[in-house]
């Protein structure tokens, strides 16, 4: 109901629907999502792990089939491993399988390299936190701005 009111509002160009949270209602509720004029990201939060990489990139597969404008993985990493797994499946999708821009993200410390370089994999944007984070590993804007300047100037 709350995505639905606010997409009605007319005040958000983009609503953030937890897409795997509606099963298989996730078609119809996108869609209505549109018919009221607001896109949709679709999002996929795993904040315990970070599932194999098949598992990843049939998750942004399955949000993209199901109407989401922009799918949209973070996941909790474990381990390094975890990290290069996210963006692999970043690169894959956006190489085989995408037809819309993707977000990815691996969330804390260990993660914080994802939100730096996942452009290079694929990944269409990042976030930083304006005041305090709304996810472990968030790094704060003007933070973030200065490496990504430092990034971009390198390529």
């Not at 609503?15 to 949709?40: C, Q």
């Not at 304006?130 to 804007?141: E, R």
Request: aromatic share 6%; with cysteine; net charge negative.
């Amino acid at each position: 109901a709350l995505n639905l009111a606010v997409a009605d509002s007319a005040q958000a160009d983009f609503v953030d629907v937890e897409v795997f949270s509606l099963g298989v209602n996730a078609r119809s509720h996108i869609a209505e999502i549109h018919h009221r004029g607001a896109y949709v990201i679709g999002s996929s939060h795993d904040f315990e792990k970070t599932p194999k990489k098949e598992e990843l990139v049939r998750r942004m597969r399955w949000m993209q089939e199901v109407g989401a404008d922009i799918p949209k993985l973070a996941v909790m990493p474990t381990c390094t491993k975890d990290v290069l797994d996210l963006l692999d499946a970043t690169r894959e999708m956006t190489e085989a399988y995408a037809d819309r821009p993707v977000i990815t993200m691996s969330m804390a410390p260990l993660g914080v390299i994802s939100r730096l370089s996942g452009e290079l994999f694929g990944s269409a944007m990042t976030f930083g936190a304006v005041g305090s984070v709304s996810a472990p590993g968030q790094i704060p804007v003007d933070q973030l701005n200065q490496c990504l300047t430092i990034f971009h100037n390198a390529l």
